[in-house]
């Protein structure tokens, strides 16, 4: 079974090859894989903060306090002025083995429109096999949000893709050739002698 852990490893690799400035950073009693990606839209700059989180169980209160830290911290990681160049766009999630259905609700529920930035809450239940987020689409700005839509379900995909995903790792690790003593190349072959040096036995120069 997939444990919270191997999840925000998938997390950590797909923020990183989605192209993310990858970190951690330490969030309640939490330390938590980051990505921040900047991506510019006509005239503004689009700021992208994904960050994830491992509890034992999520409901609405720990969903609610987790995105409120996480959305702190990506506003202090702007690039640009919030609302006239820049957008913030916060996508925090949270993993664990069960989610209570008020947490579930919560994550899936159509989100408020803001100024100068969209926040979207995750909550991942590894044993019901399901992520509860909300994926829709708004009348305004329809193509930020399918690039929201498009970020969200690849940096957490369901946990079934995820644990594809590790068995895949684990098998790639498992295949590669052990690591021994590196080996010496054999001498080379001894050639005929270098042009203008004589054979063997002969002065050089005549002499």
């Not at 992520?131 to 708004?138: E, L, S, V």
């Not at 590790?166 to 295949?175: G, S």
Request: charged share 10%; with cysteine.
């Amino acid at each position: 079974m997939l444990t919270p852990e191997q999840y925000l490893g998938v997390v950590a690799e797909r923020i990183q090859r989605s192209g993310g400035n990858f970190g951690t950073v330490q969030i309640g009693p939490a330390l938590c894989p980051v990505g921040l990606f900047a991506e510019s839209v006509m005239l503004s700059t689009m700021n992208y903060c994904v960050i994830a989180a491992a509890v034992p169980e999520i409901n609405a209160a720990a969903l609610y306090d987790f995105t409120g830290r996480a959305t702190q911290y990506a506003r202090a990681n702007l690039v640009g002025t919030m609302g006239w160049t820049a957008a913030s766009v916060v996508i925090a999630g949270l993993v664990g083995q069960h989610v209570y259905p008020d947490a579930a609700q919560a994550a899936s529920a159509k989100t408020s429109n803001q100024f100068g930035g969209e926040t979207r809450m995750v909550a991942v239940d590894l044993t019901a096999g399901q992520t509860y987020a909300f994926t829709g689409g708004k009348m305004w700005g329809a193509a930020m949000h399918g690039a929201i839509r498009a970020k969200l379900t690849f940096c957490f995909p369901p946990p079934a893709e995820a644990y594809q995903q590790v068995q895949w790792q684990q098998a790639q690790v498992q295949q590669q050739p052990p690591m021994g003593a590196p080996q010496v190349p054999p001498p080379p072959a001894a050639g005929p002698p270098a042009p203008g040096y004589p054979p063997p036995g002969q002065q050089p120069y005549g002499y």
